[in-house]
């Protein structure tokens, strides 16, 4: 079938809904968003349309600084984790059947869409002294009583882990399924041993693959809203739980505003960056 | 190779981890009273009962199942002119659009939630159901816009070639040829949008959140005046329907391929 | 004038000149195959005449009407694919039946075509067979019947023996020229497998970057190549150079052949001869002598590789047509002038 261009208006009617919606609904909202970040604030909820710096000037406090700081410095922990988790496990899976890969990959795709609701509720029941898992310890001895593991940094993290692993180990995915087989058994021949080959060969030549899957990750866990919120202190809360708190609670559209063109521009680099490493174009998950 | 017990013994622990909270939230779920109770006391199933019997949670079901069944609708009408057009046609230009249906899903999500929020305000339609809907369709888009680009990408032009041979003119061959064979990934793609708009709480919660409560809110809401089984019974329901949804996804379709694989259907 | 005629066809794409002004003639009920090395324009030619690519200049006809505008889909003609491209949602019944569904034939006689068919094609009984679920010798079959549903006007193949393995391929190389022969239906194979060809065709059209080179029936573009594109690309040829001396007579290395004629105006030439034309003896005073490198024994046939006047000729030769000789030995080499071809440098 050749691909043609399109000429006449009747071979570009296909593209025109889609166009108008995407322009109308997302890139019109955004561009809504920016001119909004600009204006003056009123008292009662309501912002005059004017052209202010104000807003992004508040950026410069010591208490968003913080904020700022410890959003990385989750976003960060939490891509740490995960890719450190996710690796070696989807290597592994990526050996087994295909009946076993797509059982696991139903279980996977099942727990990554589970709201951030559910699972905030899930880890404060595993974490609660009720129902939680110290139960489980005292009644192996490990621990006289049980008691509550939230909320606190650890709870917070190991949240954020759960809702991230899923998503790391299907962007890691494609990339380690596609892997050469023979590559290890190359270097087997060559007398590596399977955990040198492993770091020799296996690591070195999804480089990039890390790297992207990575920064994919970190611009995942920078979006978590919720379970800073259910797991964690207020101490624990993250620029995307301030920009909720800010828009909605503090009705301060344009600081919320600001803060989220803010947001988007450490993602946009964070994106470009993903791209300019991995050269990936089909992101799937 | 890695010996067998590390493999078998590292994916273990990784089931445990994931099953874990929902292994203790399916206990809770089956408490005989209303407590918040691991390993559970007695067993009933009445708080499933509940989500159908008790007025609250089941009109935040039936709001949560329309919203997700009419957005993911409305993410494919999207996606599918698009992707057919990006295949059909040679057009860069259309690329654009391309990145604009994929880029509300790599933004955080509360980015694409403020965007909704500001723009329904402005247009003075905050609050209206509907409203959510199409932020969830765009929220969405991206994922039937990847699983058709990569049904359009599996189907072999000269498919389309030999249908003209035998006669088949534009419209027929996309009928006869073309929409049998994306079908798949036109129900994969509905499928995905439908179970992660089930589960979405930002955007619902930013653009319709004080008119019209979605499960996940009405969940969140109810975290925050104490604990209920109930809470427990749907987190379970919804991820039982994940797992059939995706099982489905699985058995009609090619779901390493959907995630990236190159086909894998002659391993 | 019946059957198709192109007049001046050509492609290009972009700077790339695929096809370059091809005129050519196929009278009804011909089977011709275009040969070529990959990148010739074979394939690009036969898309033309389906008209899956529309030409940059020339014209197409059939029976004299121009078709060159005309769509794909209202040309009537059957073409089997590379990949085959069978339909994978269709059953073999359903995919021979697709353009007698398109036309809006009833039912019972698609039924009916198509027992018809899988008949003609050795496959009888099995319309209700998934495709994907045959062997590819079978997949090749039910191409062709689907390709010959409508009883086209022209029969367009496009590589389509290729996917086989070698015996398989051979056995359908015949049964396909049977099916030709039986059904009278001008076909046009695109092949880079010169046997195939030859096996096949009424007439070879053999092309070369994006040019007719030679237009014959097999048999004289094997014995009369037009050049040593031609000499080179259908078999195996020997090319020497050929060269006047003095008194206008032919040279190679340094011997007369008494019978090679050069064409008037022309010094020097090529000579091309196939190694089964190639004679060997003991070396003798005054003939042409060379030495031999390698040997390559067959059994039935024995290669051999001999340095003459600085280049390597293959003689093949049966053991008894042949001095015992081994590598390093010397030997005559004898060029009859009725098997030497001479080509335009």
Not at chain 1, 101 to 115: F, M, Y
Not at chain 1, 117 to 129: D, E, K, M, Q, Y
Not at chain 1, 235 to 242: A, E, G, K, Y
């Amino acid at each position: 079938m050749r691909r043609e261009p399109a000429r006449s208006l009747s071979d570009h009617l296909p593209v025109i809904f889609p166009a108008l919606m995407l322009l109308v609904f997302f890139v019109i909202p955004f561009s809504i968003m920016i001119a909004v970040s600009f204006f003056q604030r009123e008292q009662g909820g309501f912002y005059t349309t004017d052209f202010v710096f104000s807003n992004y000037e508040r950026f410069l406090s010591a208490f968003f600084g913080g904020v700022l700081g410890f959003s990385l410095l989750l976003a960060a922990s939490v891509a740490a984790c995960c890719v450190a988790l996710a690796f070696p496990f989807t290597y592994f899976l990526t050996c087994r059947t295909r009946r076993v890969q797509i059982a696991w990959l139903v279980g996977l795709l099942s727990v990554l869409s589970l709201s951030e609701v559910i699972i905030g509720f899930a880890w404060s029941t595993l974490f609660s002294r009720t129902a939680g898992i110290s139960n489980l310890f005292v009644a192996l001895g490990l621990m006289d009583q049980p008691t509550a593991l939230l909320p606190g940094f650890g709870a917070v993290l190991t949240g954020m882990v759960y809702q991230a692993l899923p998503y790391t180990i299907l962007v890691l995915y494609p990339a380690l399924v596609r892997l050469e087989p023979t590559l290890l058994e190359a270097s087997r021949t060559l007398g590596a041993s399977p955990l040198r080959g492993f770091f020799n060969i296996v690591i070195p030549a999804l480089r990039n693959t890390i790297v992207a899957t990575l920064i994919m990750v970190f611009v995942f866990a920078l979006g978590s809203y919720l379970l800073p919120q259910i797991l964690g202190r207020p101490q624990h809360w993250t620029l995307s739980v301030l920009i909720t708190d800010q828009a909605i609670y503090q009705s301060n559209m344009p600081f919320a505003a600001a803060m989220a063109v803010f947001l988007v521009l450490i993602s946009l680099a964070l994106v470009g960056l993903t791209l300019l490493v991995g050269g990936r174009k089909d992101l799937t998950a | 190779m890695t010996p067998a017990w590390i493999r078998n013994g590292y994916m273990v622990l990784i089931a445990l981890f994931l099953a874990a909270p929902l292994v203790v939230v399916a206990g809770v779920s089956v408490n005989a009273k209303k407590t918040l109770l691991f390993p559970p006391e007695g067993f009933s199933l009445s708080w499933y009962a509940e989500i159908f019997t008790e007025n609250e949670w089941r009109s935040a079901l039936f709001a949560s199942v329309g919203l997700a069944a009419f957005s993911a609708a409305l993410a494919v009408t999207i996606a599918m002119p698009l992707a057919w057009f990006l295949w059909r046609r040679v057009a860069p230009w259309a690329r654009v659009f391309q990145f604009l249906g994929i880029a509300p899903f790599l933004l955080p999500p509360v980015i694409t939630a403020l965007g909704f929020l500001s723009f329904w305000a402005t247009a003075g339609f905050y609050g209206e159901p509907w409203t959510a809907v199409i932020s969830h369709a765009i929220f969405f888009v991206t994922l039937p816009l990847v699983t058709l680009s990569l049904g359009f990408a599996s189907i072999d032009r000269s498919l389309v070639e030999a249908a003209a041979t035998m006669g088949a003119d534009d419209r027929r061959v996309f009928r006869t040829v073309v929409i049998p064979l994306i079908t798949p990934y036109l129900v994969s793609g509905y499928a995905f949008a439908f179970v992660l708009s089930l589960n979405e709480y930002i955007v619902s919660y930013m653009t319709v959140g004080f008119t019209l409560e979605t499960l996940p809110i009405k969940i969140f809401n109810a975290l925050r005046y104490g604990y209920t089984p109930t809470m427990a019974s749907v987190s379970i329901f919804f991820v039982v329907i994940a797992a059939a949804v995706f099982g489905l996804v699985a058995r009609y379709g090619d779901l390493p391929r959907l995630l990236g694989a190159w086909s894998s259907e002659d391993k | 004038m019946s059957g198709l005629t192109l007049e001046g066809v050509s492609k290009r794409f972009g700077s790339l000149t695929a096809v370059d002004n091809v005129t050519l003639n196929v009278p009804q009920g011909t089977f011709v195959c275009l040969l070529g090395p990959s990148g010739c324009g074979k394939t690009t030619l036969l898309r033309m005449i389906a008209g899956l690519e529309d030409p940059s200049g020339g014209r197409l006809l059939i029976d004299g009407a121009d078709i060159t505008g005309v769509a794909t889909h209202q040309r009537d003609f059957g073409m089997v694919f590379q990949s085959l491209a069978l339909f994978p949602h269709l059953n073999v019944g359903e995919n021979i039946a697709y353009a007698l569904r398109i036309r809006g034939i009833a039912k019972a006689d698609q039924q009916r075509r198509v027992d018809e068919l899988l008949a003609l094609v050795h496959l009888p009984g099995h319309a209700d067979r998934p495709v994907n679920k045959l062997s590819g010798g079978q997949r090749q079959r039910v191409a062709i019947a689907r390709a010959l549903a409508v009883s086209p006007k022209l029969f367009l193949l496009d590589e389509p023996l290729s996917a086989l393995d070698a015996k398989l391929r051979e056995a359908m190389q015949v049964e396909l020229r049977q099916l030709q022969q039986k059904l009278g239906i001008t076909t046009i194979v695109v092949t880079h497998d010169q046997r195939e060809a030859m096996t096949m065709a009424d007439l070879v059209v053999v092309m070369g970057e994006g040019h007719i080179r030679q237009a014959a029936p097999p048999v004289e573009i094997y014995r009369k190549p037009a050049d040593s594109f031609v000499a080179g690309f259908i078999g195996s040829t020997n090319l020497l150079d050929l060269s006047r001396d003095s008194s206008g007579r032919a040279v190679v290395g340094g011997v007369v052949l008494p019978d090679v004629i050069l064409p008037a105006g022309l010094d020097r030439a090529r000579l091309s001869i196939r190694p089964e034309d190639v004679h060997l003896t003991a070396p003798t005073a005054g003939g042409l002598t060379g030495r031999v490198t390698f040997l390559r024994d067959l059994g039935g046939t024995i290669e051999t590789f001999i340095e003459v006047a600085g280049t390597t000729v293959t003689a093949v030769s049966t053991p008894r047509e042949r001095p015992d000789v081994t590598a390093g030995d010397s030997i005559g080499v004898t060029l009859p002038a009725e098997a030497c071809v001479v080509l335009k440098q």
